[in-house]
C-alpha cells in the first residue's frame, strides 16, 4: 500500500481520481497474486473504480520486441508458466509445462508463423540452454523484458474489459504445492 501511495503523490492523484485499476492476475506465485487480486479489489470496492484483469504472460509478452513472443514465468518444480503470441494476439493459451514441452510446442506453433521467435522472462533465463537448443532466441540476461511490468499491465488494462471486483481471481494453472494435512 505505501508504493501505491507514493506513485499517486508522485503523480499528483488520489484514490477518488482513479476510473479504473489494472491489477496482473497469474500466472505466478500463490501469495503473491493472492495479494495483488485482494488489494486491487480492495481497492476498487472502497474507490468505485473499475476493476481490468490482465494476464502477466500478456504483460510480459508486451515487453518482448519480436513478431513472435514466448512470455516465460518460471513456475518453480521444473516447469515454467507459458503462452504464445505474435503481433500481440495469444496464439497459445497459458499453460504449465516442463522447458522442454515449452519448447517444443513453442517451435512446433511458430513454424510458418512469420518471423524469429524471442522468449523472455525469468523462466527463460532459468532454462536457457534448452530454450536456445530448440532454436528460440532469448533475450539477454540484464534485459528488463524479463520483467512483468506494471506500464504493461495499466496499457493492456486500458483495453480489457471492467470486471467485477468479486469476479476478479488468481490464474494459478496448477494446484498449490501446500497439502491439507490429514
Known amino acids: 500500500m505505501p508504493a501505491i501511495v507514493e506513485v499517486l503523490d508522485r503523480g499528483g492523484a488520489s484514490f477518488d481520481e482513479l476510473d479504473a485499476i489494472a491489477v496482473g492476475v497469474g500466472p505466478g506465485s500463490f501469495t503473491g497474486l493472492r495479494i495483488a487480486v485482494a488489494t486491487a479489489r480492495a481497492l476498487a470496492h472502497a474507490s468505485g473504480a473499475e476493476l481490468r484483469p490482465v494476464s502477466s504472460l500478456a504483460a510480459l509478452a508486451a515487453g518482448i520486441e519480436s513478431p513472435l513472443r514466448l512470455p516465460l514465468i518460471d513456475a518453480k518444480r521444473g516447469e515454467l508458466f507459458a503462452a504464445l503470441y505474435a503481433d500481440g494476439e495469444q496464439l497459445k493459451a497459458p499453460f504449465a509445462a516442463p522447458p522442454e514441452e515449452v519448447a517444443r510446442r513453442a517451435v512446433q506453433l511458430a513454424k510458418g508463423g512469420g518471423g524469429s521467435l524471442r522468449a523472455a522472462g525469468d523462466g527463460s533465463v532459468r532454462f536457457r540452454s534448452v530454450l536456445e537448443a530448440a532454436g528460440i532466441d532469448v533475450e539477454p540476461d540484464g534485459s ?6 506494471a506500464l504493461h499491465v495499466c496499457r ?16 494459478y494453472l496448477r494446484l498449490p504445492d501446500a497439502k491439507p494435512s490429514a
Open 144 to 149: 528488463r523484458a524479463h520483467v512483468v511490468r
Open 156 to 171: 493492456l488494462g486500458a483495453g480489457a474489459p471492467a470486471t467485477p471486483p468479486e469476479a476478479v481471481l488468481p490464474e
